[in-house]
């Protein structure tokens, strides 16, 4: 059954966009790049679901590359907002707002001495590793291929997936930058590391460990789809770190709030240094945090050999009540067990619609996130598996098939699936029905 009848509307503004916009969008990831014959463009959403400008309704999966952890529209954070907003939305000054925030962070977060707040994930880890080199006196940093931390220069390093042939050894990563107009001697302060593989790190650490100043880490590898650390790892990489002096960031801007009220260092069980969040944080509004202890997050005060930083929207009034609010509803009774049990049924169903139809893909992952592979392996454990055993391609083509199913999703591959507290057993049927259209279209 084709759910999608038309996408003329759709086709009409992205035309239009193309007269004002780079590419019709505001990023590549929204444009031609990854979806065929253009954007879908969203004009409404409420709970799990979105409706685009030809009137199509789609079960959202993709949940605002998850930022929106309650959903579309949730009646509580609407509410807020538009009390909030009449009394006045932001003011650039102390406010009541952004200690209630700060409270319920530190409440959720037990790394949390104390919290800095920014406008997005890139401006917390740029945040955390000025902080890092400013308490360590160190300049280098080691980063792992395959990671993103957002788009500030020295992490623009191997965050894209590229051609087999051309990753380098595993102890000599081949170093390939993501973007032009950085210049190639930022990346002189950059140690490039594959993940998940101990003893390649402990002989990278044993070589640079005495010079770096933080090792960033995510804790679920979520740019290259959703792969999950093997037994131990995270471990070991803390006490290498600890050995060496030099502190862990761990980027919790995609997993913070979403596995456990803590994040997947609670999960884990891994005390970082610092930590990053963005995304479910502010439930669908702009907003990052670093998070560490006092001793280093005193840096930022204001002084002589002060860590600097500044911004305009720092504890924007308006968001600092969502993300009270929000982390209010997520502290609510079962939410977190709500969350699992959801997408442990949308991963166990796919897996059975992949088995019945006798399609080679693997769904990796558990609870509120995972990601398909179209592959022969059973596993996708690094970023060098991903580049030589994931069909991105296949996987799109499924993509764009569930999208005229109903389901809404981002094509690309090395995003991942969402649950939110908004999403019900008969979003997941839904899901489930649509993927089996699809298979069956495929074959
Ligand atoms: C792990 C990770 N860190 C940082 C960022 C940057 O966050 P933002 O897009 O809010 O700047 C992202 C964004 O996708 C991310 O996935």
Redesign the pocket.
């Known amino acids: 059954m084709q759910t999608t009848t038309s996408r003329k509307r759709s086709r009409e503004w992205f035309e239009r966009a193309q007269g004002s916009l780079v590419e019709g969008v505001n990023s590549p990831s929204r444009g031609e790049a990854v979806y065929s014959g253009g954007p879908t463009f969203l004009e409404r959403g409420r709970g799990s679901r979105v409706w685009d400008a030809d009137g199509n309704e789609y079960v959202d999966f993709m949940m605002s ?1 998850g930022a929106l952890m309650q959903g579309h529209a949730h009646p509580k954070l609407v509410s807020v907002v538009s009390e909030t907003m009449a009394q006045g939305s932001h003011f650039a000054a102390a406010t009541s707002a952004e200690v209630e925030a700060a409270e319920r962070f530190r409440r959720m977060v037990p790394s949390a001495g104390v919290v800095r707040f920014t406008n ?6 740029m945040l955390a590793l000025r902080l890092a080199r400013a308490h360590t006196g160190r300049a280098k940093f080691l980063k792992f291929e395959g ?5 500030y220069d020295p992490y623009l390093l191997n965050a894209h997936s590229h051609p087999p042939g051309e990753s380098g050894t595993p102890e000599e990563p081949a170093r390939i930058p993501d973007s032009e107009g950085i210049p190639p001697a930022t990346f002189d302060d950059v140690v490039l590391a594959p993940w998940n593989d101990v003893a390649v790190l402990e002989s990278i650490m044993q070589r640079h460990g005495h010079e770096l100043a933080a090792v960033i880490t ?1 804790p679920i590898m ?2 290259m789809g959703c792969i999950l650390p093997r037994d131990g790892y995270l471990q070991r990489l803390r006490e290498l770190t600890q050995e060496n002096g030099v502190l862990l960031i761990l ?1 919790e ?2 997993t913070g709030f979403r596995y456990a009220p803590g994040g997947c260092q609670e999960y884990y069980g891994i005390r970082p240094d610092l930590s ?1 969040f ?2 479910a944080l502010g439930a669908g509004f ?1 907003v ?1 945090a670093v998070a560490g202890p006092r001793a280093i997050l005193d840096r930022m005060r204001w002084g002589a050999n002060m860590v600097l930083h500044y911004g305009t929207f720092n504890g924007h009034r308006l968001t600092m009540k969502v993300v009270a609010a929000n982390l209010d509803l997520l502290s609510g009774d079962g939410t977190y067990r709500q969350l699992h049990a959801i997408g442990d049924a949308a991963v166990a169903g796919l897996r059975d619609v992949f088995r019945s139809r006798k399609v080679e893909a693997i769904v990796q992952g558990f609870g509120p996130m995972f990601q398909i592979y179209f592959t022969q392996r059973d596993a996708i454990h690094s970023y060098r598996d991903y580049c030589a055993h994931v069909d991105a391609l296949r996987y799109s083509q499924f993509v764009h098939r569930l999208l005229d199913h109903g389901i809404y999703m981002t094509p690309a591959n090395g995003l991942h699936w969402i649950i939110s507290t908004a999403h019900t057993e008969g979003d997941i049927q839904k899901l489930l029905e649509a993927a089996d259209q699809a298979c069956g279209e495929m074959a």
């Open positions: 590359f997005t994930g890139s401006e917390a880890t990671h993103y931390h957002g788009w995510e979520a740019n980027d801007v995609v990053t963005g995304k702009p990052g």
